[in-house]
C-alpha cells in the first residue's frame, strides 16, 4: 500500500509540474490555488476537530466539487479544477499522516483525477489557440446547437478530445472505428463519474455512445481533427 501511495503522490506531482510548464499559465495561480487548498483543510479541521472531519471529509469535499465543477464549465473558471485536485491531495497527505493509508490513496486516484482534466482541458484550449473568451463562445454554440443538452455534452466533448490527444502522442489507433472503440471504456467511466456527482442521470446512454461519437465526427471539426491525428488511416 506504501507503494501505490508513492506512486499515486508521485502521478499527482508530474501532473502539477506539467501545469508549471506552460508559460500561459502562472506558477503564482498553482500556488495561490495550493494555499487555498491547504486553507480549506484547516477551516474544516478547526470547524470540526479533527475526530470529526476525518469522518466527514470526503461527504464536505463531495459537496464543495458541485460547486467547484459547476464554476469549471459555467462559468468559465476552468482553474477549480486544479483547485479540487489540490484539496484531495492535501487531504491525501492528512490522513497519510493519521496512518489511513487506504482512503489517502482513494483521495491522490482523485487528485491525479481532477489535475488530468485540468491539463487535458488547458491543452485542448491551448490548442484551438482560445482563452477563456474562445472557451464562452464553444460552449455558446454548443448550446445553441443542442438546446440545454449541448452545454451538457460539452464536458464530455473535452474528455473524448483529451484521450484522443493522450493516443496521438503514443501508438495511434488504425482507424476511426478503432479509435471509438478505444475510448469507449474511459469515457462511459467519465460520464458515470460526472453523474454521480451532479446527482443526475447519465447525460448519453452507453449503448449509443459509438454511434454518438461518429455523429461528432462527422459534424464538429475540433473532434474530427482529434480523431484523425489519433488514427493511422483517416477513414
Not at 499527482?12 to 487548498?37: H, M, N, W
Not at 464536505?60 to 489540490?86: I, P, Q, T, V
Not at 492528512?94 to 488530468?116: N, S, V
Not at 464562452?136 to 473524448?160: H, Q
Amino acid at each position: 500500500m506504501n507503494e501505490l501511495y508513492n506512486i499515486l503522490k508521485l502521478k499527482c506531482e508530474q501532473g502539477i509540474d506539467r501545469l508549471a510548464g506552460y508559460e500561459s499559465f502562472p506558477v503564482e495561480k498553482i500556488k495561490a490555488y495550493d494555499t487555498e487548498a491547504q486553507q480549506w483543510i484547516e477551516i474544516q479541521r478547526e470547524t470540526y476537530g479533527d475526530k470529526n472531519f476525518l469522518k466527514m471529509s470526503a461527504a464536505l469535499l463531495k459537496s464543495e466539487a458541485a460547486d467547484l465543477r459547476h464554476r469549471a464549465w459555467f462559468l468559465n473558471e476552468l482553474g477549480h479544477y486544479l483547485l479540487l485536485s489540490l484539496c484531495h491531495y492535501h487531504l491525501a497527505l492528512f490522513k497519510q499522516d493519521r496512518g489511513l493509508l487506504a482512503e489517502a490513496c482513494e483521495h491522490l486516484q482523485d487528485a491525479h483525477y481532477y489535475c488530468g482534466a485540468m491539463v487535458g482541458m488547458y491543452e485542448y484550449c491551448d490548442w484551438r489557440n482560445c482563452q477563456e473568451e474562445e472557451e464562452s463562445k464553444r460552449i455558446e454554440k454548443a448550446t445553441k446547437a443542442g438546446g440545454s443538452r449541448g452545454t451538457n455534452y460539452a464536458p464530455v466533448k473535452v474528455e473524448l478530445i483529451r484521450l484522443l490527444r493522450l493516443r496521438a502522442s503514443e501508438n495511434k489507433w488504425e482507424t476511426v472505428e478503432d479509435a471509438i472503440k478505444g475510448v469507449y471504456e474511459g469515457l462511459c467511466t467519465f460520464i458515470e463519474k460526472e453523474s454521480k456527482v451532479s446527482g443526475k442521470k447519465p447525460v448519453l446512454k452507453y449503448d449509443n455512445l459509438p454511434r454518438t461519437l461518429r455523429g461528432w465526427y462527422e459534424k464538429h471539426d475540433d473532434i474530427k481533427v482529434a480523431f484523425e491525428e489519433a488514427v493511422t488511416c483517416k477513414r
